[in-house]
């Protein structure tokens, strides 16, 4: 009974939207999608994690790029009731009035942290003109001069009761030009001379100098006085100054700590505001000049430095914090310290701490890519270390990385909720499971992504939704129900199968870029399926360079092909060529011959290290099955050379090991194999037919190479039976196979590829040692076999 090829209804399934009503015209009548289609699995995922509050929830999310992994994690969190949400809060940085290194953290509910920098501000500006106001007025003055008064008229009164006593001794006391007092013996109005002084005697001269130092002592004990009084008229200048200070302070402070008395950290740092400013009353009344332009030295608004209020997060919505860092080094995530110039001098304070990523998503969602934070130093470890201790503590990049005992500020830590969500290839995912054992604790959830969906009427449905959610985003032109069709089949065609639908999203809304470009370069009103193949073969065309370099060398002969006749020992197989963005199928020729040997297969790429190790073991199967069907009874005293003809670049996969099977047996039995024919598929150590990949591209690939050799209506594929649901053809090949001028075989196992390559049944043993039957190809093998072996034990003997 001949072997039938596949029907043409076999090779191409066409979408027929039954699960959409008749009525939906187009993607004008379809509600788009607000989920991405066909993530179940993590959306479910993403779900349990945010809805979990202990700690080590993150989540990595895996899948290639161009599955929607950010856009279906956006589009659940816009829509995330974060009920039982723990609330937002504003961060603001204030100095720390003990300790200037180490500036405080303060915690408003949302929205009031710029409401209370304002009031600060306003604050500010008010009492930079009301305290010199309070200072600069009569009342002040009197003040002031009353006690200078006081303090003159005591020290006056003290030197004056000591200069009377010293002139009833004949002792004047004056005041030398350097400001310093003197006791001077007088000899009647002028003091006295050393002649004078000399002529007095010796007891006069003792009595005078006792007499001074008697008023010495007494004029230090009115010096030490003078002190004492000057220190206590200081210290009611002092209290003075600060009671007119805390008139004007307490009049303008007071309502500010009224209105955030429900928050003690805001009333706290207020109060040690108000002491501050009593106690550095210079900065405002412009006492100290460079003090003064230091502390003014801001880079916003004229207002002293240290009561500046830093808002380091501000939420200015209700809605939850969601924060992609595209660019995740240690600054954009973790924040960093400015440093400011004044007059060539650099400093740093408080008011320059910046915020970064996580502090922005801090009470929300921070998303970030995972090799990108791989790739930066120091980045990896201190997300873990903020994670593990659910504090965000702002240190330098510059301390972190060097020994140098540079000053820096070291900010008070800010306490951190917030869910990281890792993107990330598989790959990457097992590296970090293996080499970081933190990594499962911290990231205790995996959004697991699929490539692809199954393809029923309700998910082509879904899919059409899909695809009027991208139109409708980007505001494109419609796609009428012909486009929509197509660019399903080409989502099938995309996941390799008849039966799923690829989710690569990325790849469709290109397309439905691209299509929209033709549809309006045509002044089209409408997307219709012209238009997508259109696009199609636009896209190719941009892309097939080395395709069509690979098919011009089949048309100039530089590759050597057949595809008619029938030759020994020589087979078309079919392989995959990729590049990073296409990918065709091209036939190669293998060939086999035999020598006298001990059976065994010499794989030529292999020993030229142009094969690969699973190549290899193909090789290595199908020489198992081999010494299955022609080796029960004695050795094959046959070996095999195999090769890819004219290949200089490498191969890999075990593809082409029923086709290489088929070439070693064509040898061994000395048939010919059709050339009009050519084979993909693996197979295992029972000769069943397995599996494979790209089989779309195969085909197609051979078909064109026919067409360029020369067409004729024998020619045709085997593929293995398993690989039926993945095929997705070209309209040329189909409508070909469909006039019977292509033909497509679907085989269970190698012996059917045999039967259809050669013309004869492959041959097979009612009982385990029993001969194959003359006519079939094991049987012609393995009589060839016998006469060998009988051959050379005569050579033995003689």
């Known amino acids: 009974m001949p072997f039938s090829p596949l029907s043409s209804d076999k090779l191409y399934r066409p979408s027929t939207l039954s699960g959409l009503e008749a009525s939906v015209k187009s993607t004008k009548h379809l509600t788009p999608l607000t989920e991405i289609v066909g993530q179940d699995r993590a959306q479910q995922a993403v779900e349990f994690a945010m809805s979990m509050k202990d700690k080590g929830y993150n989540i990595y999310a895996i899948g290639r790029n161009g599955l929607g992994k950010r856009t279906m994690v956006m589009r659940y969190l816009d829509r995330y009731d974060p009920n039982g949400h723990h609330p937002l809060y504003d961060w603001c940085y204030v100095v720390n009035f003990d300790d200037a290194r180490t500036p405080k953290v303060l915690k408003l509910p949302q929205g009031q942290g710029q409401q209370f920098k304002k009031d600060i501000e306003n604050l500010m500006q008010r009492l930079v003109k009301a305290l010199p106001l309070a200072f600069d007025n009569e009342i002040y003055y009197t003040r002031a001069e009353k006690l200078k008064s006081?303090?003159?008229?005591?020290?006056?009164?003290?030197l004056t009761q000591l200069t009377t006593e010293a002139a009833a001794k004949d002792i004047s006391l004056s005041i030398t030009p350097q400001g310093s007092y003197e006791l001077?013996?007088?000899?009647?109005?002028?003091?006295?001379?050393?002649?004078?002084?000399?002529?007095?005697?010796?007891?006069q001269q003792q009595q005078l100098e006792k007499q001074i130092g008697v008023l010495e002592s007494k004029l230090r004990e009115v010096v030490r006085k003078f002190t004492l009084w000057e220190e206590k008229y200081l210290d009611k200048q002092q209290k003075q100054?600060?009671?007119?200070?805390?008139?004007v302070l307490i009049h303008l402070i007071e309502p500010l700590k009224k209105s955030y008395e429900k928050y003690p950290e805001v009333k706290a740092h207020l109060n040690e505001m108000h002491k501050d400013i009593t106690d550095n009353l210079d900065i405002f009344l412009e006492q100290n000049e460079e003090q003064v332009a230091l502390s003014y030295a801001s880079l916003e608004k004229k207002m002293p430095r240290r009561y500046q209020v830093n808002v380091l997060v501000?939420?200015?919505?209700?809605?939850?914090?969601?924060?992609?860092?595209?660019?995740?080094?240690?600054?954009?995530?973790?924040?960093?310290?400015?440093?400011?110039?004044?007059?060539?001098?650099?400093?740093?304070?408080?008011?320059?701490?910046?915020?970064?990523?996580l502090h922005k998503a801090n009470g929300g969602v921070l998303m970030i890519d995972a090799v990108k934070v791989l790739e930066q130093p120091y980045v990896w470890d201190g997300l873990k270390r903020a994670l593990r201790s659910r504090k965000l503590s702002l240190s330098s990049l510059e301390r972190e990385v060097t020994l140098s005992g540079t000053i820096s500020l070291d900010?008070?830590?800010?306490?951190?909720?917030?869910?990281?969500?890792?993107f990330g290839d598989y790959q990457t995912y097992q590296l970090l499971q293996h080499y970081d054992p933190e990594f499962k604790e911290l990231f205790r959830v995996t959004a697991d992504f699929e490539d692809e969906m199954p393809r029923t009427d309700q998910s082509e449905a879904l899919y059409a939704q899909f695809i009027s959610s991208i139109v409708h985003d980007n505001k494109m032109l419609h796609c009428d129900r012909g486009a929509i069709k197509r660019i399903i089949e080409f989502s099938a065609r995309q996941a390799d199968a008849q039966n799923k639908l690829s989710l690569h999203s990325a790849d469709i809304a290109n397309l439905l870029r691209e299509t929209n470009y033709v549809a309006k370069s045509g002044n089209s009103n409408m997307i219709r399926a012209s238009h997508v193949e259109q696009a199609l073969h636009n896209h190719t065309l941009r892309v097939c360079r080395l395709r069509d370099h690979v098919m011009q060398s089949f048309i100039n002969g530089t590759t050597l092909i057949d595809t008619q006749d029938a030759v020994v020992g020589q087979i078309n197989a079919l392989s995959v060529i990729a590049t990073s963005d296409h990918q065709f199928g091209a036939p190669n020729r293998i060939t086999a011959s035999t020598s006298f040997g001990d059976g065994q297969v010499f794989d030529i790429e292999r020993k030229v290290e142009l094969g690969g190790s699973i190549h290899s073991k193909g090789v290595m199967i199908l020489t198992s099955y081999l010494a299955s069907v022609l080796g029960k009874t004695d050795k094959i005293p046959?070996?095999?050379?195999?090769?890819?003809?004219?290949?200089?670049?490498?191969?890999?996969?075990?593809?082409a090991s029923m086709a290489e099977f088929c070439a070693i047996i064509s040898a061994f039995a000395n048939l010919p194999l059709r050339q009009d024919i050519a084979i993909t598929g693996s197979m295992n150590q029972f000769g069943q037919a397995q599996p494979i990949g790209g089989v779309n591209e195969k085909i197609e690939g051979f078909f064109d190479v026919c067409k360029i050799k020369g067409r004729c209506d024998s020619q045709g594929v085997i593929i293995p039976a398993s690989n039926v649901q993945n095929l997705m053809l070209r309209a040329e090949i189909v409508e070909a196979v469909k006039h019977g001028r292509f033909s497509i075989?679907?085989?269970?196992?190698?012996?059917?590829?045999?039967?259809?390559?050669?013309?004869l049944d492959a041959g097979e043993r009612d009982f385990e040692f029993e001969d194959y039957k003359d006519d079939t190809v094991f049987g012609i093998a393995d009589k060839r076999l016998k006469k060998l072996r009988a051959h050379i034990k005569q050579q033995t003997k003689k």
């Open 150 to 158: 006081e303090l003159a008229s005591k020290q006056e009164s003290a």
């Open 184 to 203: 001077v013996a007088m000899n009647g109005e002028e003091p006295h001379t050393d002649e004078s002084f000399n002529a007095l005697s010796t007891k």
């Open 241 to 247: 100054d600060e009671q007119v200070a805390q008139d």
């Open 314 to 357: 501000n939420h200015q919505q209700l809605t939850m914090p969601i924060v992609i860092e595209e660019s995740p080094n240690y600054h954009n995530i973790f924040g960093y310290i400015e440093n400011a110039t004044f007059k060539g001098t650099i400093f740093s304070d408080f008011s320059l701490i910046r915020a970064g990523s």
């Open 411 to 422: 900010p008070e830590a800010i306490p951190l909720d917030v869910k990281i969500i890792l």
């Open 638 to 655: 046959l070996s095999t050379h195999l090769t890819f003809e004219q290949n200089y670049a490498g191969v890999d996969g075990d593809s």
């Open 745 to 759: 075989w679907a085989v269970k196992h190698v012996s059917e590829a045999v039967k259809l390559l050669t013309g």
